[in-house]
Structures are given as C-alpha cells and as structure tokens.
C-alpha cells in the first residue's frame, strides 16, 4: 500500500446496526475524492465494537462498493480470532490485513514478532503490523519491525505512535526490504513523507480526503513546500478528531461533509452541540471552498 488511506468510519442506523447503505456511499465518496486506499474495520472504524461477522460484512461491503485496494483491520486479542477474521476478510474481498499488536496481557516484543510470523505463515493476503500505542499502551520497536520486514507475507507497519523517531527508524530499518511504512498521525503526514514514509492512514481523511491526498501528490511530485504548508493547515481540524473528540468528532465531521454516519456505539457517544459547532469551524477552515 501507498498514497493516502482512510481508515474508514462504520456508519450504524438508528437500531445501531452496521448502516451497509451509507458504507457504501462513504466508501464511493472516498474513492471519487482521489484517495489511495481504503481500511475499513481500524480504530476509526470501531473496530472493537464489531463482531466477527460484522468485520467480515463490512469488509464485503467496502469491495462491492470501490476498486480501491482494500487493507482491512482484523487484529484480535487472540492468535485464532484474528487468523480467522484475517482469512474471512480475505474471502470478502480484503487484499491485506491490518493487525494491531495484542495488549491486554502486555505481552512483550519476542512474543509479537512470534505472533506476527505465525500469522503471516498461515494469512492467504499480506499482513500489516499495527502499533497505536494511545489504545494498547505499547509501541512495536522499530528494530522488532526490522527482524519482521524479510517475511514474504509481512507486508507493512502502520505507525501511529506520533513519533517522527519511530518514523525514522522504521524507514531507515526497513528500507533494504520489500516493505511500506505507512503513518497514522495525520498531523505529521508531510514530515513522515519528507523521512521517506510510502503513505499515510489518516482518520483526518474521512473528513478532508480531497486535502489529506494532496498533501501526498504534492509532496510525490517534488513540492514538499506545498504539503507542509497545506498539511499545517489541517493540524487543528486533525487534533480536534483524533485526540481531543476521537470517533465523536470524525462522525460529527462526516454529517457536516453530507455523509450518513450515525451514532458511534456505546460507550462512545455523540459529540455536544459546542464540540459540533468547533468541528464546523474548523472543518470550514481546512476546506477554504469545500471540496
């Protein structure tokens, strides 16, 4: 994968079931406004909250809708559960796997690498390490990336850690192999494009994926001027959907852009009437004329 991904939101009807209609729609919408790639089932797309079954329908819905190359999320707390929404996906239409380190026993870097191997042995698509250590408290050590990047079948990191470092390193680590760093922060997007990253999976491009694909196509073609300037431009309306807001405030973006969204599922709950009125402002901002 490379260029822009979204990591698209899950847009659920009013009985809180996974709204396939308006997935469809948000992933055509994607698509026409230039994005890369599409990565339904991450973090943005509360993953956590889905069954197997409801990845897996997702997953099916994104491919009938787009010709985009699909990296689907299907990182479990387990090695079975995941290897088997892993292969699920894979028969719905996913043409690699995002798989997000395990954390709830804290287990540490030799056992991941184990993991990732293991998976990557028996996985029927690429597979796509996954370090966002906001949600499971630990960052995969880019020199554990390195021992994985000679694997045939791991494919990938995506780095959300917001670490321009750990960007580096990974860069630097990895570049003897076939293997693409993709960053998660789309505030630092034009500096990880400048330390050599292939893309970006960026929740700031549910909101503005006109403006988030721009900053790659002008860094691609030689104006890393232009993409730090508009990357800059985007720094508040991404900090307030990401960190301040997080899903909230990415649907709440949506329903201003005209896209059904929903409600994100509980526990997670909609965004006030004050944080709305913020995201429009900033939304606003970002666009100039909207896309």
């Known amino acids: 994968m490379h260029g822009t991904g979204v990591p698209l939101a899950t847009p659920f009807d009013d009985s809180g079931a996974v709204d396939h209609g308006a997935l469809a729609d948000l992933?055509?919408?994607?698509?026409?406004?230039?994005?890369?790639?599409?990565?339904?089932?991450?973090?943005?797309?509360?993953?956590?909250?889905?069954?197997?079954?409801?990845?897996?329908?997702?997953v099916e819905t994104v491919a009938g809708a787009t010709d985009l190359p699909i990296l689907a999320g299907t990182g479990r707390e387990g090695y079975e559960p995941t290897f088997e929404t892993t292969r699920r996906a894979a028969e719905a239409g996913a043409d690699a796997a995002l798989v997000v380190s395990p954390s709830y026993y804290g287990v540490d870097d030799d056992a991941l690498a184990a993991y990732y191997r293991d998976l990557a042995d028996e996985s029927p698509v690429p597979v796509y390490c996954y370090s966002v250590p906001k949600f499971t408290d630990h960052a995969i050590d880019p020199r554990t990336v390195e021992s994985l990047a000679d694997h045939p079948n791991v494919a990938g990191i995506k780095d959300s850690s917001g670490s321009l470092e750990s960007v580096q390193r990974l860069v630097r680590f990895t570049a003897e192999a076939d293997f693409s760093v993709l960053v998660g922060s789309g505030s630092v997007y034009a500096a990880a494009l400048d330390a050599g990253v292939d893309g970006g999976?960026?929740?700031?491009?549910?909101?503005?994926?006109?403006?988030?694909?721009?900053?790659?196509?002008?860094?691609?073609?030689?104006?890393?001027?232009?993409?730090?300037?508009?990357?800059?431009s985007l720094v508040e309306l991404n900090r307030a959907i990401t960190a301040r807001y997080g899903v909230p405030?990415?649907?709440?973006?949506?329903?201003?852009?005209?896209?059904?969204?929903?409600?994100?599922?509980?526990?997670?709950?909609?965004?006030?009437?004050?944080?709305?009125?913020?995201?429009?402002?900033?939304?606003?901002?970002?666009?100039?004329e909207r896309e």
């Open 249 to 288: 405030g990415v649907k709440a973006a949506l329903s201003l852009r005209g896209l059904e969204a929903g409600r994100p599922r509980r526990p997670l709950s909609p965004v006030d009437d004050a944080a709305a009125r913020e995201v429009e402002a900033l939304l606003d901002a970002a666009l100039g």
């Open 27 to 58: 992933a055509g919408w994607l698509e026409a406004a230039g994005v890369d790639f599409l990565v339904p089932c991450g973090s943005t797309g509360e993953a956590p909250a889905l069954s197997t079954d409801e990845r897996v329908a997702v």
């Open 201 to 232: 999976v960026l929740a700031l491009a549910n909101a503005v994926p006109g403006r988030a694909s721009e900053v790659f196509r002008r860094h691609r073609d030689g104006d890393g001027e232009g993409a730090r300037a508009l990357n800059a």
